[in-house]
């Protein structure tokens, strides 16, 4: 089951880039895409 | 502490995502240090609660380059290099506002309604290249700070009143959707806008 689900839903090792991600809720969408197994980049106003 | 926490590559960059110029040198910059990019958000973007006639042009053109405009420039820089690559699954942030409209947030409305309505037309355009658009469309998901500063108890028990599941949403909610509409689980899925709203869109009163 976890081979169906990875297959499925699985990311790993893509590049996900969140504009914003520094504020509440894509800060949370970028947790949750590096815990899916992406490479994350936060472009955000806020450094 | 995404880095420490998962072992998975991270970088920040400060860039105002309305801007073409300063999103292409972010877009060569994240090429450069993780590859090229599968996934884009596009979820910049600000509110203001001002009252209609009192909104200044200052502040319509603020809200609507935050919201539409970056949007716009990163499906264009971001999806541009996707289409190359004829791989790609972007997610746009609509909201419960996009239509019908929310009182107390004219521009912020107006730009939502803009955002899916790109969505759509992205979905379309790139759909037989590779290259997915999608939307979110969150309810009410306030910060702490929101909830303080903003929402008056009449306010809360009007949008309370009106979302069936008679709560917020917690942040950790949208994950669910976002890794979904980000995977292959949803290789049949663009121009589409997924409600996460605790069923606030599927009702009237």
Request: glycine fraction near 12%; include cysteine; aromatic fraction near 8%.
């Amino acid at each position: 089951m976890v081979d169906f689900l990875e297959g499925m839903f699985g990311l790993k090792g893509q590049v996900a880039v969140v504009t914003g991600g520094g504020g509440y809720l894509c800060g949370e969408m970028c947790m949750g895409l590096a815990k899916a197994g992406c490479n994350i980049a936060v472009l955000d106003l806020r450094q | 502490m995404i880095k420490s926490d998962f072992e998975r590559s991270a970088v920040g960059i400060g860039v105002d995502a309305s801007s073409k110029e300063e999103m292409s040198a972010a877009l060569m910059q994240v090429e450069e240090n993780l590859g090229g990019v599968d996934i884009l958000v596009n979820g910049a973007g600000i509110n203001a609660p001002t009252p209609f006639l009192e909104i200044t042009m200052e502040e319509l053109k603020a809200v609507m380059d935050s919201q539409i405009t970056s949007t716009f420039v990163g499906c264009q820089v971001f999806g541009g290099a996707m289409l190359n690559r004829k791989k790609g699954s972007i997610i746009n942030i609509s909201s419960a506002s996009a239509g019908p409209p929310l009182s107390k947030a004219f521009v912020y409305s107006m730009a939502k309604a803009g955002i899916k309505n790109l969505t759509q037309n992205l979905g379309r355009e790139w759909a037989k290249h590779g290259v997915r658009v999608n939307a979110l469309r969150p309810g009410f998901f306030p910060t702490e700070w929101n909830k303080i500063n903003f929402i008056t108890p009449d306010r809360e028990k009007a949008i309370l009143g009106h979302t069936p599941m008679e709560r917020y949403g917690e942040v950790s909610e949208l994950v669910g959707g976002v890794i979904y509409l980000a995977s292959d689980a949803a290789s049949f899925v663009t121009g589409s806008e997924l409600v996460i709203d605790g069923g606030f869109s599927a009702m009237t009163i």
